[in-house]
Nanobody, 123 residues
């Protein structure tokens, strides 16, 4: 049984940092991609970052390049999203997803989704 669960969200001041974790267990070898998406109130869900579990190749949205870092620990079946220099516009519910999408940002290609974790950046 596949389980995808996010953790690590919270309230942080602008300029601060947070590390999100995604525990993804039970994945088949075909479900090689793990992505982070976010959705702010009144906005569409957007892809933030993604990683190949086998190769370690990564994707970052332009809005987070240089500030966010995605990494994996295959032994722990966990993917991390280290977020630094956070801005109020980073406020959103962050979702972790796993699957074999045809492209990093193709959300419908991710079969398994976590319930989400709230990140709020505010002073």
């Amino acid at each position: 049984q596949v389980q995808v669960v996010e953790s690590g969200g919270g309230l942080v001041q602008p300029g601060g940092s947070l590390r999100l974790s995604c525990a993804a267990s039970g994945l088949s070898s075909e479900d090689d991609a793990v992505g982070w998406f976010r959705q702010a109130p009144g906005k569409e869900r957007e892809a933030v970052s993604a990683i190949s579990l086998s190769e370690g190749t990564t994707y970052y949205a332009d809005s987070v390049k240089g500030r966010f870092t995605i990494s994996r620990d295959n032994a722990k079946s966990t993917v991390y999203l280290q977020m630094t220099s956070l801005k109020p516009e980073d406020t959103a519910v962050y979702y972790c997803a796993a699957g074999n999408p045809p492209g990093w940002i193709i959300s419908r290609g991710y079969k398994y989704w976590g319930p989400g974790t709230q990140v709020t950046v505010s002073s």
